[in-house]
């Protein structure tokens, strides 16, 4: 009896222990290189995390998407393009990765074709009249997901990358700057970004930089589209403080998202979802790019399918899935 009694009691405290063990689970966030923006995605949300109960610890990784996939990282980041290429094996990805699954959009990025304000070039059309003549950043060895972009804006305007110049880059960082550098004519930069406001200093006795606006009607939209299944394109006002805007213009917008796999616990990333709708000002606070998130749009449509356990908060949350 005494036996009995003895097992059972090691029994339960194995259970306890186990549970205890589950309880203090470590869940991976995956990020990119330090300073990059998956990194401060990251420690951001991993800060709100962990202040919500859940224990986690950032990972700096390239390329983890398939990792994700696997099941080997818990949550990680991508923009909604390149998730969607991940999932189907298409555009930058040469195999499928069926167990990727959105937690929900971050925050929207902003981006554009960039040229320097004295080329007179202002529109996809005045790009499209001198392509012949100009040198364009291509390749992009170590960001393969940047040509996409790229060639979604000239496919709105009825061009590809052959009706230019090519001049191969390395890295998103790299097309700046060989902008800056009289390397090429025309690059992608985001949105009031760190390289894009050097660059703009270094040209001010050309103008300046200016964004080439886009062709947003339904034609044009159609076919930017056709590269850009999961972007928009927005108008953005004039601004003499943001680099590119000293005139309006149609530039590209895309979701920054969290994603997870099919196999993570449902109500793990139902309290990390939560974690992250419900504590913006603290997210805010370690990274100013939160700042531009939107809790209505936080689930919008997406070819990769939402993890169960967000579809629970949504639901409770009152926000509509997929529109």
Not at 70 to 75: N, P
Not at 245 to 252: D, P, S, V
Not at 259 to 281: F, I, P, S
Not at 296 to 306: G, I, L
């Amino acid at each position: 009896m005494k036996t009995f009694a003895k097992a059972l009691a090691l029994g339960l405290l194995g259970s306890s222990l186990m549970a205890a063990g589950a309880l203090a689970q470590v869940v991976t966030v995956a990020t990119g290189a330090q300073g990059s923006l998956a990194y401060n995605s990251g420690q951001a949300v991993a800060k709100v995390a962990n202040d919500a109960g859940i224990t986690a610890r950032t990972q700096p990784l390239v390329g983890y998407l398939p990792l994700i996939n696997t099941g080997e990282v818990d949550f990680g980041f991508s923009n909604g393009v390149e998730a969607e290429y991940a999932h189907a094996g298409t555009g930058n990805y040469d195999r499928a990765n069926p167990n990727i699954r959105l937690v929900g959009v971050m925050f929207p990025l902003r981006t554009g074709l960039m040229v320097v304000a004295d080329s007179g070039i202002k529109t996809i059309a005045d790009l499209k009249a001198k392509a012949g003549e100009l040198r364009i950043a291509s390749e992009y060895t170590s960001s393969t997901i940047i040509p996409y972009y790229i060639a979604g804006a000239l496919a709105n305007g009825g061009m590809t990358y052959d009706d230019f110049q090519k001049v191969p880059v390395s890295s998103f960082v790299k097309g700046i700057q060989a902008l800056g550098d009289g390397l090429v004519d025309v690059t992608l930069i985001s949105l009031n970004s760190g390289a894009g406001k050097q660059v703009e200093a270094k040209m001010q006795d050309r103008g300046g930089l200016q964004y080439v606006s886009l062709d947003n009607s339904p034609e044009g939209v159609k076919a930017f589209k056709d590269f850009l299944p999961a972007g928009k394109i927005v108008s953005q006002a004039q601004n003499d403080n943001i680099p590119g805007l000293k005139e309006a213009a149609n530039i590209i917008e895309v979701p920054w998202m969290m994603l997870t796999h099919a196999g993570a616990d449902e109500d793990l990333v139902y309290r990390m979802t939560k974690a992250v709708a419900e504590n913006n000002e603290a997210l805010k606070a370690s990274f100013g790019a939160f700042g531009r998130a939107k809790l209505a749009e936080m689930a919008p449509a997406n070819a990769v399918p939402y993890h169960p356990g967000a579809l629970r908060y949504y639901k409770e949350a009152g926000i509509t899935v997929g529109e």
